[in-house]
């Protein structure tokens, strides 16, 4: 069974900064997707990026960036610029190429300084 | 609709009461997830309904929850004999076709159960 981590429960960082949360999953899948879900306290999951496993080149969104390293099994983001919006919730996801769910991590709570 | 809507958006109820939460997923989309988050913790897959198949119950934490859904449309979440451990937000999610890894889902604001 697929599992993902986020070894982060919590991370701040000062408006206008750059932050990096961590993810690393295990799986023995050569095709699968990989996703950032945002949380707010509105409860909506709201789909930041996705980054499919065949390509190697790393997923940008404007200020949301990801680190992916496949043989090191790591899916990092990293928010630039960060906006007091950003504070959330984030969760780190992993569905297979064939599968039917996602597999969620444990979430990292972003707190965003003034 | 344009989103995913649930309802109640919050419950609340007594231990041992049947409860039956709802979804309406965006137009169009075949597939429909349920997920449990507990207080500050990750999602737990709970079921997924692609049309007309058969739906995947392998999330289901026990005989206790049930959901139905009526082709492409509402689903139905309940939970008979509620137990305190059942407190927690279920969420739902939909998207187009099956094993569309691309799109993700869409998830709803969920339904917040309290059973006291």
């Known amino acids: 069974a697929q599992t993902v981590t986020q070894s982060q429960p919590e991370m701040s960082v000062q408006e206008a900064e750059t932050v990096t949360l961590s993810c690393t999953y295990d799986?023995?899948?050569?095709?699968?997707?990989l996703f950032w879900y945002k949380q707010p306290p509105s409860r909506q999951m709201i789909l930041v990026i996705r980054?499919?496993?065949?390509?190697?080149q790393n997923a940008t969104e404007n200020r949301f960036s990801v680190n992916f390293q496949k043989a090191a099994k790591s899916f990092s983001l990293k928010i630039s610029d960060s906006q007091l919006g950003d504070a959330a919730m984030y969760f780190c996801a992993y569905r297979s190429g064939g599968g039917n769910m996602l597999t969620f991590g444990g979430g990292t709570r972003l707190m965003v300084k003034p | 609709g344009a989103g995913v809507s649930q309802s109640p958006s919050n419950k609340v109820t007594e231990k041992g009461k049947d409860v039956e939460l709802r979804c309406d997923p965006i137009?169009?989309?075949?597939?429909l997830y349920w997920y449990r988050q507990r207080l500050g913790q990750g999602l737990e897959f709970l079921i997924y309904?692609?049309?007309?198949?058969?739906?995947?119950k392998s999330g289901l934490p026990s005989d206790r929850f049930s959901a139905e859904r009526t082709g492409e449309s509402v689903s139905t979440l309940t939970i008979q004999r509620t137990q305190q451990e059942d407190s927690a937000v279920y969420l739902c999610a939909s998207s187009f076709v099956l094993g569309q890894g691309r799109s993700g889902l869409f998830f709803g604001s969920g339904t917040q159960l309290s059973v006291l």
């Open positions: 980054q499919e496993a065949y390509k190697q």
């Open positions: 799986t023995s899948e050569s095709d699968y997707y």
């Open positions: 137009s169009g989309h075949t597939a």
């Open positions: 309904f692609q049309g007309n198949s058969a739906p995947d």
